[in-house]
């Protein structure tokens, strides 16, 4: 089923679609599994979710295909799904922070916020998680929502009042927000080691104010240290040691804004062969787009394997 036809092509307010119903203050749940299955039961007994058995059967299976962390208190658990006819949101509370697991040392989160789109929903369903996550990364919103006792006081809030969906995809809604980077000065062995241990095609290379100075990608590294493939590793290892980023990296690099169309950038990436692109905002480093973000995000296309975080 399609979104609705009254949310089509127009800015959505966040109030449209979080229902009071949906809110609940406290949560009895004693980990982020039991908080995630309390707010879906809520949905369920709302009629939000009309194919209960599917949905159980999905979040027992997956727990969750993802799971944003913003900031330290807020987790936000967010699926596609045929079990829904339309996007839904679901805020729980808990009296105090989560833990992942029983038994875990570290309390993760105290909100969490439950979103559930049909597989036909990716605009808004990605518009609905960005625009939640830029709020809610803020440290005085998430201080009003654990204080609030109520669906009434948490809606009161005037940030979460104010949240709105655009009508259409900006680069921020698909763009990975965790971003791996190095220094023109640092040294090339630094890089090779997290290109390995995240699975990363590339990294950026950044200055002393997060402004863009090149990339450094898998084939920088093979083409300038080809010459020593007969070398014997020690010898290779003291080279990377001894070389910095600024004698490997590529200096082209085109950066995007994250405040552009994605149908813009994407048509970019097809045109101009392009994997990946760094993304800045006020001249600063603050994302990163691949072509598998939107295969993945948007039309829900598996990719090859990735860091979950990072694609690079």
């Given at each position: 089923m399609s979104?609705?036809?009254?949310r089509a ?8 679609i ?8 406290p949560?009895?749940a004693a980990?982020?599994?039991e908080a995630v299955?309390?707010l879906a039961?809520?949905?369920v007994?709302?009629g ?11 979040l027992?299976?997956?727990r969750?295909?993802d ?5 330290d ?6 699926l596609?799904?045929?079990a829904?006819e339309e996007?839904?949101v679901?805020?729980?509370?808990a009296?105090?922070?989560?833990p992942?697991?029983?038994?875990d040392?570290?309390?993760v989160?105290?909100?969490v916020?439950l979103v559930?789109?049909?597989?036909s ?8 998680v960005a625009?939640l996550?830029?709020v809610?990364?803020?440290?005085d ?8 006792r109520s669906?009434a006081?948490?809606l009161?809030?005037p940030s979460?009042r104010?949240?709105t969906i655009q009508?259409r995809?900006l680069?921020r809604?698909v763009?990975?927000q965790?971003?791996f980077?190095?220094?023109p000065?640092?040294?090339v ?5 997290m290109i390995?241990?995240?699975k990363l095609r590339?990294?950026?290379v950044?200055?002393e104010n997060?402004e ?6 898998d ?14 590793a ?5 080279v990377w040691?001894e070389?910095?980023?600024r004698?490997v ?11 552009q ?5 994407t048509?970019?990436l097809v ?9 800045v905002?006020?001249?600063?480093l603050?994302?990163f ?13 598996a990719a ?5 975080d990072h694609?690079?």
């Open positions: 979104e609705a036809p009254s092509g127009r800015a959505v307010r966040l109030t449209e979080l229902r009071p119903e949906h809110v609940v203050a949560l009895s980990t982020i599994p299955t309390q039961r809520t949905l007994a709302s939000a979710v009309p194919d209960r058995e599917k949905l159980r059967k999905l027992t299976a997956t969750v295909r799971l944003i962390h913003v900031g208190r807020v987790v936000m658990p967010h596609r799904t045929d829904v996007l839904v679901a805020v729980g509370i009296p105090r922070p989560l992942e697991a029983p038994g040392a570290g309390a989160a105290q909100v916020v559930l789109a049909p597989l929903a990716a605009g808004l369903y990605l518009q609905t625009a996550a830029r809610l990364r803020h440290d919103v998430v201080d009003r929502l654990v204080a609030s669906a006081e948490v009161a809030i979460v104010e949240i009508p995809l680069v809604d763009m990975t965790r971003v980077r190095t220094t000065d640092s040294p062995q630094e890089v090779l080691e390995a241990e995240h590339a990294v950026p950044v200055g997060r863009v100075l090149g990339m450094v990608s084939r920088d590294l093979l083409r300038h240290f080809l010459p020593g493939v007969q070398r014997p020690d010898a290779n290892a003291l040691q070389t910095r980023v004698e990296m590529s200096r082209s690099v085109i950066c995007v804004s994250e405040d169309a994605l149908a813009e950038v048509g970019m045109s101009k062969d392009i994997e990946r692109l760094p993304v905002h006020d001249g600063q603050t994302g787009l691949t072509r598998g973000d939107i295969l993945r995000k948007v039309f829900g296309f090859a394997p990735v860091d979950p694609e690079g």
